[in-house]
């Protein structure tokens, strides 16, 4: 899948908003790795969690275009932004809503969900003072530590994520994750195969000072 352009964002957006990374690129490439599946899956709706620039959802858009919708969020509204304006640049269709995860959306409407979540491993004061600034409507200079700062195993927002799983994906859906070794993915697997859905490594990169790894998961319900 093509990179999409971010010429239109500034250092300025992003000294607010994530700029693209090993993270993010890992993310694409998995999603390009498994675009027969997701061909054949034909989604109805893909959502990109925490979608930052919108490099993801954008590439991701363009390539579903015809018979997905596809949907950001972000709780960062300079991400909204950022993403709104990548889609534009890009020629993509999408839609990028302000809210924190799925939140304003349909029970289990999602065929394709992705995230790559704040996931470094942080004290747990950095996100006490995110969720109090979440709640106001301007950008602080905060929302970039917050897109990395994961408190404690680098987990805190993802494990709320995984908790809500059964309720966001689809009977069908597929949720591509993108996790560090420090946050401890095996744990992670056992967690969610408790919760009748099936996890694996799908692909894992050694960049320096990081291991990342992107997380496959679906219904033990659904066909593979
Ligand atoms: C590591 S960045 C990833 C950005 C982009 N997806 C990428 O890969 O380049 C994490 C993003 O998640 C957003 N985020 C953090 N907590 C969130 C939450 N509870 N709900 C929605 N987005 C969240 C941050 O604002 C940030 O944009």
């Known amino acids: ?25 890992l993310l694409l490439d998995a999603l390009e790795k498994d675009l027969e599946y997701l061909d054949r899956l ?9 979608s930052g620039s919108g490099v993801i959802i954008t590439a991701l858009a363009k390539k579903l275009a ?11 509204p300079k991400a909204c932004n950022a993403t709104r ?3 534009t640049r890009n020629g993509a269709r999408l839609d990028s809503i302000r809210c924190s995860l799925a939140d304003a959306l349909r029970p289990r409407s999602v065929d394709v969900l992705l995230f790559n979540p704040p996931y470094v491993v942080t004290s747990d004061e950095e996100l006490q003072t995110q ?18 700062a994961g408190g404690q195993d680098g987990r805190r927002v993802t494990d709320i994520l995984l908790k809500q799983l059964d309720d966001i994906l689809s009977p069908r859906g597929v949720l591509y994750l993108l996790l ?5 993915p095996e744990e992670i697997i056992k967690y969610l195969e408790g919760l009748q859905f099936r996890a694996v490594k799908f692909m894992e990169r050694r960049i320096p000072g990081e ?6 998961v679906t219904r033990c319900s659904a066909s593979s």
Not at 42 to 50: M, N, S, T
Not at 68 to 75: E, F, H, M, P, R
Not at 211 to 216: A, D, M, S, T, Y
């Open 1 to 25: 899948m093509e990179t999409p352009y971010t010429d239109h964002l500034s250092p300025e957006d992003f000294e607010h908003v994530y700029e693209p990374a090993e993270d993010s690129f």
């Open 85 to 87: 304006r990548t889609a």
């Open 66 to 76: 015809g018979f997905s919708l596809c949907l950001a969020t972000d709780i960062n």
């Open 180 to 184: 560090l070794r420090e946050n401890k």
């Open 42 to 50: 034909q989604p109805r709706l893909c959502v990109e969690l925490g």
């Open 131 to 148: 969720q109090f600034d979440s709640h106001s409507e301007s950008s602080t200079d905060r929302n970039l530590v917050f897109s990395w």
């Open 211 to 216: 291991h990342l790894c992107i997380l496959k």
